[in-house]
């Protein structure tokens, strides 16, 4: 039976403001977060304005189609249609949501809102029983977007530190380097005076500095990514300032310097304020400490440069360093011999951690690589880089950094950069002369992206997308940073001021539990004396190594060398070898896996009575060994319940050329962590989509003195080493990835 039409026709009107009323919300979401650098309520009004506008053309264009068809509700069409336009809208300008999730999403918002139509059209079981269907949907919805998400794997991976501290020697006694130093901190700003935005970079300055051209570093700078940067600005690359935050000692000096830049954040929410806390920690322990203001180079609602302004990010910080240099030799000036030139340290985060690597490999350049009619003339004696979270694709060279000491430091439920790219420059660095010099990698289980910046917060994307992530697992910021102080001012301390004792966190990262959160900690350190036996770079054949080292095996259900993925499909650019054993489907219980190399002379002649066998080692995954079974084998096992995640352990077992042997057990030296997984996101089906795997192998350095193979057994013979042998015998399955096997003398 049809309805009274003067009941419907209130009805279809009250629909029309509903939807009206939802899309101008919708305008004005998209307008608050379209960052201008306008107060976001005045974006916000233009936004509904933009929205009335919009359906009012909608709405007259239909009146002009459709009159004569009486029959069409023009404003019931005039509503669905605006709907789907401000929808499209907010899909590509604000929700960078995947598709289907966001289609879910508002199908199921769409209705919500027929369910209320219908019930106030007529209220009957079935219009209230499907209200209460599709408010509870919404509901469970909005509840999950409003909390803080879960841990799902809390309880998989017990041990966060190591309980021994073999490689503390007896004679050291470290002392927290994340503790406050004993001089006073004086902080100030430099930069042009002329800032039209910033106070701090306009009449707040101490000292002011001339500004640069940088044109020919970035060419990119034109249209309207030119036009409204000046115009919020006020410059454009042919004079950017060298606007800096100073934390200094209070002294004679001269002091170290350390630059430390930040990435890609929002170019109106500042970035270069939120290190105080690395700078007011390292210029209480006497280092210079400058934040760099490198703001106008990032993402802006106009455009992002996507890796094409990486070149002036590094250029600009050995510009400070020059301007630093300067004021070292200006007679009379207040900073004049304050800086020890000689002793200098970059930090970055983010695209900043990739800018420190090439601004270190500019350095030494008579010229600028991507124009060579531009010279060069730098030559600064930077002795350390610290990368945080960096990336390290968006310059379109690759990197390979000579004679530098290195540290990357990275987070697990890093939303932004989501995998350890600073381990790929850490491969590449090469060490070419006879200065002891390390490198090291730390990665921290449940830090994220932005909590290394204090003002950037634990959200690594920008509503709405930060609506899906999952918080909860989340180191809080001060765990984070603090954790980040423990290990760039131990690097600090060893690159600097040559304090090599704290060299030994970075080897077992066990002796700095009392000053750290409690968490999992995975290291790689290397020494620039290192020698190396194994890293699987070399060739296809499995069989041998470098220098004329031979590898053979026994019992093995899984061997075999590949390149390293990363959890989104990507490379970790690291060749590996991965070693898999079960028992279980052996042909006896006894046959225990075995992988052996065994030495050629010149690796032989590495060991030393005081040198240290070292590989790098991660866990696999067991499930890798169902790669063995059957299509039969396969089906029968669906119906078996899942083998658990093993703890890992094996034997290292040495024989020298007399064939005495010595071995020790891997979990004597450091436990070998699980897989540490992840859920970025509420929503377990978005982190397939958005992220990738849920974990992706990540290695980590063992060092096993040979004084500790002579004390167990001391006919052996540590400098005439002829086979290493790794013994699977410790639990009846596994998988590991190992990498990197030689030797060091320190």
Not at 260 to 288: F, K, P, T
């Amino acid at each position: 039976m049809l309805e009274p039409l003067e009941h419907s026709l209130p009805m279809k009107n009250r629909l029309f403001t509903l939807i009206l009323i939802l899309t101008l919300i919708f305008y004005a979401i998209v307008g608050y977060h379209f960052l201008t650098g306008w107060h976001p309520i005045i974006i916000m009004i233009f936004a509904i304005l933009l929205g009335l506008v919009i359906n009012l053309t909608v709405f007259t264009l239909l009146n002009l189609i459709g009159k004569g068809l009486k029959s069409i509700q023009l404003k019931s069409i005039t509503a669905i249609l605006s709907g789907i336009i401000v929808f499209i809208i907010l899909k590509y300008v604000g929700f960078g949501w995947p598709i289907v999730f966001y289609s879910g999403i508002i199908t199921l918002g769409i209705l919500f809102c027929i369910a209320i139509y219908r019930f106030q059209l007529k209220r009957s079981f079935r219009s209230s029983a499907f209200l209460l269907i599709m408010g509870i949907g919404v509901g469970y919805v909005l509840l999950i977007l409003a909390g803080s998400g879960a841990d799902p794997y809390e309880k998989e991976v017990p041990l966060a530190f190591s309980t021994n501290t073999n490689f503390l020697p007896s004679e050291a006694t470290l002392e927290n380097p994340a503790a406050i130093g004993p001089y006073t901190v004086k902080t100030f700003t430099y930069g042009s005076g002329t800032d039209e935005l910033r106070e701090e970079f306009a009449a707040g300055v101490t000292y002011k500095t001339n500004t640069v051209d940088a044109t020919w570093l970035i060419p990119d700078w034109i249209d309207k990514k030119k036009k409204w940067r000046e115009r919020y600005w006020g410059f454009g690359a042919e004079n950017f300032p060298l606007n800096g935050r100073a934390y200094m000692p209070e002294g004679d000096g001269p002091f170290p310097l350390t630059l430390i830049v930040h990435g890609n954040h929002s170019m109106i929410d500042y970035s270069d304020d939120g290190y105080g806390y690395l700078g007011e920690l390292l210029a209480s322990r006497g280092i210079i400490a400058v934040s760099v203001d490198e703001n106008f180079l990032n993402g802006h609602w106009s455009g992002d440069f996507r890796g094409k302004e990486m070149p002036a990010r590094a250029w600009l910080l050995l510009k400070h360093l020059e301007q630093w240099r300067n004021w070292n030799t200006e007679e009379g000036h207040e900073l004049s011999k304050k800086v020890d030139m000689e002793n200098i340290m970059l930090v970055g985060h983010s695209r900043g951690g990739e800018a420190v690597s090439i601004a270190a490999a500019y350095n030494p350049l008579p010229y600028f690589p991507d124009q060579a009619k531009q010279t060069f003339d730098f030559n600064f004696n930077i002795k350390g880089v610290v990368a945080l979270a960096p990336t390290d694709y968006r310059y379109d060279r690759k990197i390979i950094l000579n004679n530098i000491n290195f540290l990357s430091i990275q987070g697990s439920y890093d939303a932004d950069e989501v995998s350890f790219w600073g381990m790929r420059p850490y491969r590449r660095l090469q060490y070419t002369d006879s200065i002891s010099r390390f490198k090291s990698g730390v990665y921290i289980h449940h830090a994220n992206h932005g909590q290394f910046n204090s003002t950037w917060g634990n959200s690594d994307f920008g509503a709405p997308s930060k609506w899906l992530l999952n918080l909860n697992p989340l180191l809080k910021e001060e765990q984070q940073q603090e954790a980040a102080k423990v290990f760039i001012s131990a690097f600090a301390e060893a690159s600097l001021k040559n304090n090599q004792e704290y060299r030994t966190l970075f080897k077992d990262v066990s002796i700095a539990k009392q000053w750290l959160p409690v968490e999992h900690y995975l290291t790689s350190f290397q020494p620039s004396n290192f020698h190396t036996i194994a890293d699987f770079e070399e060739d296809l054949d499995v069989t041998t190594a470098k220098d004329d080292t031979k590898i053979q095996t026994s019992h093995l259900a899984l061997w075999k060398e590949q390149n390293l993925p990363t959890r989104d499909k990507g490379s970790q650019e690291n060749n590996a070898v991965i070693i898999g054993w079960d028992a279980e489907t052996s042909a006896s219980s006894s046959d225990m896996g075995v992988y052996e190399l065994t030495l050629s002379a010149n690796d032989a002649s590495a060991f030393t009575t005081n040198s240290t066998l070292q590989f790098t080692l991660g866990a696999g995954n067991h499930e890798w060994l169902d790669i063995n079974l059957t299509e039969a084998q396969k089906e029968a096992k669906k119906d078996e319940d899942k083998r658990e995640v093993p703890q890992l352990d094996f034997t290292i077992q040495l024989t020298d050329a007399s064939g005495h042997k010595s071995a020790m057990k891997i979990n004597e030296i450091k436990g070998i962590t699980k897989p540490l997984k992840t859920r970025f996101t509420k929503f377990k089906f978005l982190d397939k989509d958005m992220i990738g795997e849920d974990w992706e192998v990540q290695l980590q350095t063992y060092h096993l003195p040979m004084q500790r193979f002579i004390t167990a057994n001391p006919e052996f013979a540590a400098k005439n080493v002829a086979s290493i042998k790794f013994i699977f015998d410790q639990t009846d399955y596994g998988v590991v990835v190992l990498d990197e096997i030689g030797v060091s003398g320190s």
